[in-house]
């Protein structure tokens, strides 16, 4: 079974994905290779901004100058990079196709529609004002790039309503625990 986490961005979703002790599959993770090592994703970027993308490996701080000089270029962006990202899915779903479950910790899995038939997807609720404090504590925070993110993304509370389960994130492990394991006790009830 794959299982999608999915919340608002500083929400505790990657420390959650890694507490299930599955296989977690991390879409941010995965950018920051291809990035780092993926000299084709850098040919395409560099034809697409020629003057701003000059230097392998990409530096996320140029990208991160790109979309603040025009939120439009999130968008191009991803359609070079979402390809490379749904490839290195589609292998660690198939070398792990004989594990129970599996974890999705993919930030847009709902607005880029990655689903399949065996997906339950679980939101993570924290409070506005303890994400934005934790994302303020993140070296190179930026309010203006992270709202234009935000522009990019479903509303939390419809994010919230296509979720079968909701871990209420308090940031306190002893809690967090807890509610995970309740959640992988009823998700042993769907194999």
Known sequence: ?????????????????????????????????????NYKCFLKLKKKFPKQITKFPISKNELSKLILKNGANLKKIGKVVHPYVSKNLKLFLSKNKNKKNVVLDIPLLIENKISTKNLILIFVETKKKEILKRLAKRPNFNKKLFTLIKKNQIASKLKKKKCKFVIKNDFNKVSLKKSISEIKKKLDKYD
Do not use: H, L, Q
């Not at 979703?13 to 290779?33: G, H, L, M, Q």
């Open 1 to 37: 079974m794959e299982i999608g986490i999915v919340g608002d961005i500083g929400s505790g979703k990657t420390y959650i994905s890694r507490k299930f002790n599955y296989p977690v599959f991390n879409a941010d993770e995965e950018i920051k290779k291809i990035y780092e090592k």
